[in-house]
């Protein structure tokens, strides 16, 4: 039985992983990793199988997973022969299928996939694209493979680097950070500062998405004029909340340039 090879095992695979375990996927994985320590740790958390021998991870793929640091993806492709049809998905930020392909061509088929660390609670977001040479059944093969974990979503690879900076869980992590923090400057306790801060944000965010009000309705109706949320949005506002936001996601968008240009 071919495996799923993971060639990586750091934060990425280790969420996959556990949403993997979470979701009873039964088919083998494997990792790689140059790193001893993260492989143990991956095999006592998860029962994954190690293998510390590049080649030989490769060898037994069914369907393969890059899971490095963009700056690492050229050199371990470069450490890589194969002779045989195989499924790959590259999983690094910034690196386009272009650059995957020309390190690894034909009979390999790429595909790229940027999936939530929150998957591992089987509530992540996957977005995916795939080369010209993917059939429909291959497609499928991949979007059920992502989707034990989450939600998938098929996008043109042009609009991959916007969405990596735009779906990150790390927006909700710092928003309630930053929100509850300045709740704790008004006099607030730390759990309690976090209860509200995490209701604003989490809560109402979920009653959105599982509702069928316009995201416009909602914020009319929570901002009710001469009011106090009204008060705090406006002064969000004046003091520039969505230019700040903007900046944000244009430096990410910049930094994927660079991990592109450097591959």
């Given at each position: 039985?071919?495996?799923?090879?993971?060639?990586?095992?750091?934060?990425?695979?280790?969420?996959?992983?556990?949403?993997?375990?979470?979701?009873?996927?039964?088919?083998?994985?494997?990792?790689?990793?140059?790193?001893?320590?993260?492989?143990?740790?991956?095999?006592?958390?998860?029962?994954?199988?190690?293998?510390?021998?590049?080649?030989q991870a490769v060898g037994q793929a069914g369907l393969l997973i890059i899971a490095v640091r963009p700056d690492s993806v050229s050199e371990l492709l470069r450490q890589?022969?194969?002779?045989?049809?195989?499924?790959?998905?590259?999983?690094?930020?910034?690196?386009?299928?272009?650059?995957?392909?020309?390190?690894?061509?034909?009979?390999?088929?790429?595909?790229?996939?940027?999936?939530?660390?929150?998957?591992?609670?089987?509530?992540?977001?996957?977005?995916?694209?795939?080369?010209?040479?993917?059939?429909?059944a291959t497609k499928r093969e991949v979007r059920s493979f992502f989707a034990r974990t989450g939600t998938t979503l098929e996008i043109p690879e042009s609009q991959f680097?916007?969405?990596?900076?735009?779906?990150?869980?790390?927006?909700?992590?710092?928003?309630?950070?930053?929100?509850?923090?300045?709740?704790?400057?008004?006099?607030?306790?730390?759990?309690?500062?976090?209860?509200?801060?995490?209701?604003?944000?989490?809560?109402?965010?979920?009653?959105?998405?599982?509702?069928?009000?316009?995201?416009?309705?909602?914020?009319?109706?929570?901002?009710?004029?001469?009011?106090?949320?009204?008060?705090?949005?406006?002064?969000?506002?004046?003091?520039?909340?969505?230019?700040?936001?903007?900046?944000?996601?244009?430096?990410?968008?910049?930094?994927?340039?660079?991990?592109?240009?450097?591959?």
């Amino acid at each position: 039985m071919k495996a799923t090879v993971f060639l990586g095992g750091g934060r990425i695979t280790s969420a996959l992983v556990a949403g993997l375990r979470l979701a009873k996927y039964d088919q083998p994985i494997i990792v790689h990793d140059r790193n001893p320590a993260k492989l143990r740790q991956l095999k006592k958390q998860f029962g994954i199988i190690v293998e510390p021998n590049l080649h030989q991870a490769v060898g037994q793929a069914g369907l393969l997973i890059i899971a490095v640091r963009p700056d690492s993806v050229s050199e371990l492709l470069r450490q890589i022969e194969i002779n045989r049809p195989l499924t790959a998905v590259g999983l690094a930020a910034g690196i386009p299928l272009s650059k995957l392909r020309a390190r690894l061509r034909s009979p390999v088929r790429w595909a790229r996939a940027m999936p939530s660390p929150v998957c591992r609670a089987a509530r992540g977001l996957t977005a995916l694209t795939f080369d010209r040479a993917f059939s429909s059944a291959t497609k499928r093969e991949v979007r059920s493979f992502f989707a034990r974990t989450g939600t998938t979503l098929e996008i043109p690879e042009s609009q991959f680097d916007a969405f990596t900076v735009t779906y990150s869980s790390s927006h909700g992590y710092h928003a309630l950070a930053a929100l509850a923090a300045s709740a704790q400057r008004l006099g607030l306790n730390r759990k309690t500062a976090l209860t509200a801060a995490a209701h604003a944000l989490a809560d109402g965010i979920l009653s959105w998405r599982e509702g069928r009000i316009p995201l416009a309705q909602l914020l009319r109706e929570a901002t009710t004029p001469g009011g106090i949320a009204a008060a705090a949005m406006s002064a969000m506002d004046s003091s520039g909340y969505e230019r700040i936001v903007q900046q944000g996601l244009r430096a990410g968008m910049a930094r994927a340039r660079k991990n592109a240009n450097r591959a």
